[in-house]
């Protein structure tokens, strides 16, 4: 991806490795516009990076995606990078009975919202040079964690409409990138204090080196060995296996 002179859209991006994310591809020389629901979190950001600009969004609402993607339409007709990064984790107990109010909230948040946001972008990246459309999943996608079974289950189900969106595009401008983030020292799950987690700072400085390759799945070293599980050769067996069916049906 080229990591320069773009116009860039971070949802969730108000804290953790969205703000992070931000804030790097800022230093970069990239016009970078922030998105969240809190708006005093919006404002530290903007406040600590002046040409940063934010917007309020709330991506498990239609109407608020569909607002905040007419303004950025309209605002910044040079957008060709979204990001969509904005998620929530939470434990939940898929050995019981679910909390029906989690069990949505996560859903909408974390993949009907990147669907519905990348849906309402995507005619305009289409026309856009060097578009790009990144999706921060997780290494949960490939190996759930069963205390956030629901919240794993998203990200698997994100990373295959990747790799389906990948394969429509793939006679396009615009290149779908999944960023696959190991356990990070962030506010997800109280996690900033875990001995454990990776560094964020550590894990933005190698994630912006992959981005700065032509890489599809932007992949720290650690989370190389989660990923594996699903196997090398997934790329080359969905695309085989799409090609072969489009064949067939006369996609």
Do not use: C
Not at 19 to 39: D, P, S, T, W
Not at 134 to 141: E, G, I, N, Q, R
């Amino acid at each position: 991806m080229k990591t320069t002179g773009n116009t860039v859209f971070i949802t969730g991006g108000g804290s953790g490795i969205g703000r992070a994310l931000a804030e790097a591809l800022h230093r970069r020389g990239n016009k970078v516009i922030v998105a969240g629901r809190r708006r005093a979190q919006l404002d530290q950001v903007v406040a600590a990076n002046p040409g940063i600009d934010a917007i309020e969004l709330d991506v498990a609402s239609r109407d608020s995606i569909d607002r905040v993607a007419a303004t950025l339409i309209a605002d910044y007709p040079a957008l060709n990078v979204l990001i969509n990064n904005a998620g929530i984790m939470q434990v939940d107990h898929a050995d019981g009975q679910l909390d029906d109010a989690l069990l949505s909230a996560t859903i909408d948040t974390n993949l009907v919202g990147p669907m519905r946001l990348t849906s309402a972008l995507i005619g305009h990246l289409k026309t856009r040079p060097d578009a790009v459309i990144a999706y921060t999943t997780s290494v949960l996608a490939f190996v759930p964690l069963a205390f956030t079974a629901v919240y794993s289950a998203t990200k698997a189900a994100l990373h295959s409409y990747v790799l389906s969106q990948r394969f429509l595009l793939r006679d396009s401008t615009v290149r779908v990138l999944e960023i696959a983030p190991p356990w990070v020292r962030t506010d997800l799950m109280n996690s900033r204090e875990a001995e454990l987690a990776m560094p964020l700072e550590q894990f933005i400085h190698e994630t912006m080196q992959v981005l700065d390759t032509d890489a599809d799945e932007i992949l720290v070293e650690v989370a190389k060995p989660m990923r594996d599980n699903a196997g090398p050769h997934e790329h080359a067996f969905v695309n085989g296996f799409n090609a072969q069916m489009g064949a067939l049906l006369g996609g």
